[in-house]
Each structure stands twice: as structure tokens, then as C-alpha cells.
């Protein structure tokens, strides 16, 4: 991940020691600067982050469906979560493909939260 975001988590430390965090379901949206970007490293060295947490990682494998074998354009993501391709051009946005997908992992991660509320 880069070094900015896990400077912010290793600033979490009183999260870290009272465990307020643990028992949440999470999951990772990120954005990588070519598309292998080394997205499976991503999202990896972020997942040991909530680890210590105590956080519940909720991949969205392959629920998003046929969107996520996308091959008529560029387009992020994979079973660890939404993921945006940034490239060297700081004028591309993210496409409609990986808005939607992003859209589909936080309602995903929400019907996880609401079934974990019930029990």
C-alpha cells in the first residue's frame, strides 16, 4: 500500500491496543498506476493492516458477475475489491465499470454488516 495510507494506519495505535475496531467488517478500494499494478501486493499488505485491528475482511470475489471479466476497456478491480486504474495521467477518472463495481462492494459489504448485526 502506499506509504502515505499506512503512515495514517500505523498513527492508529490506540485503535490498535483497545481493539475498537475489531469485530467491523471492512473491505479495500484502491487505485494502482498501471493495470497488473501489482494490485494483488495492494491489496495484501493492506488486508495485514486490519488484521491487527481485529477488522473482518469481506472480499467481493466474483459477485460483481460479468463485470468483472470486462475486456472492451480498461477497467480495475478483482475478488480482493474495487480498484481504479490511475495511470501516469492525473486527468483519468475513474469508468463507469469501476464505479459500479465500487457501488456493488459497498452495498455487498453492507448486507454483510446487516447479517453479523443480527446475530
Do not use: C, D
Amino acid at each position: 500500500m502506499v506509504a502515505q495510507f499506512k503512515s495514517f494506519l500505523n498513527k492508529t495505535g490506540i485503535l490498535w491496543q483497545t481493539q475498537q475496531l475489531a469485530g467491523r467488517p471492512t473491505g479495500i478500494f484502491y487505485s494502482t498506476g498501471s493495470q497488473s499494478g501489482r494490485q494483488e501486493t495492494t491489496a495484501l499488505t493492506a488486508i495485514t493492516q486490519l488484521v491487527y485491528h481485529g477488522m473482518l475482511f469481506v472480499p467481493i470475489g466474483y459477485t460483481f458477475g460479468g463485470g468483472m471479466f470486462e475486456m472492451n476497456e480498461v477497467n480495475g478491480g478483482n475478488p480482493y475489491g474495487a480498484r481504479t486504474y490511475a495511470s501516469g495521467n492525473v486527468l483519468r477518472q475513474p469508468t463507469k465499470l469501476e464505479l459500479e463495481q465500487a457501488f456493488h462492494q459497498g452495498k455487498y459489504i453492507a448486507t454483510i454488516t446487516k447479517k453479523l448485526k443480527r446475530e
